[in-house]
C-alpha cells in the first residue's frame, strides 16, 4: 500500500496526475477498509487526494 501511495506521488510529480488520483484513490479505499476513517495514514492519503483533486478542478476552471 505504501509503495502505491509513493508511486502516486511520482506520478503527481511527472505530470502524470489522472493516473495518480486513481492510484491514491485506490490507496485511499484500501487503508479506509483496513484501518478505519480516522486513522492518520488515512487522513493524509485523503488529504493528498483532496489537494491533487482540486488542483485538477482549479486547472480546469481556469483553462474555461
Do not use: C
Amino acid at each position: 500500500m505504501t509503495a502505491r501511495a509513493n508511486l502516486a506521488v511520482s506520478y503527481q510529480e511527472a505530470g502524470r496526475t489522472s493516473e495518480a488520483i486513481a492510484l491514491l484513490e485506490q490507496v485511499v479505499a484500501d487503508r479506509k477498509r483496513l484501518f478505519g476513517n480516522n486513522h492518520p495514514s488515512t487522513l493524509g492519503a485523503s488529504n493528498s487526494l483532496s489537494r491533487w483533486q482540486s488542483a485538477v478542478d482549479d486547472l480546469g476552471q481556469s483553462e474555461a
